[in-house]
């Protein structure tokens, strides 16, 4: 059983954790892995009230981040354990994060195995940055 549940400030740490677990691979292959940096990245957009344990009975499995930006939805992060990933938690939650209908925005890194899983779920590339793709999915009219 799928749910979510809301992060608190005392959360940072273990999210940073998890935020590493799953992006270390991908990140490594960019030869960009670097803690500090991704704690500095995490702590600059850190806000709990746009944020949500993913979680699986008990066990917290990953988290995201949803911004308003106007009209838009900024999923700023999605991520989940390795163990997790291609277990259908990320459609589960990424249905929760359609069913806002709005328009939706993100940023993955190049290189990343979540590059396939965004274009799946009917993301469209539309811009290409040095270490990232923007993605957009239009909420159905």
Known sequence: MLSLEPVR???FDALHELRMAAMRESLERLGR???E???ARLA???DP???RHICRGAD???FLTLLPEGELLNLKHLYLRPGEQG???GAWAMAWVKSHGRDVVL???KQSDANRFYLREGFVPIAEEEFDIQYRWSAPR
């Open 49 to 51: 009230s746009c944020m």
């Open 60 to 62: 917290r499995i990953g």
């Open 33 to 35: 892995f670097d803690p």
């Open 9 to 11: 400030s005392e959360d």
């Open 37 to 39: 940096r991704s704690r």
């Open 107 to 109: 940023h993955a890194l």
């Open 87 to 89: 277990c259908g938690a």
């Open 44 to 46: 600059d957009g850190f």
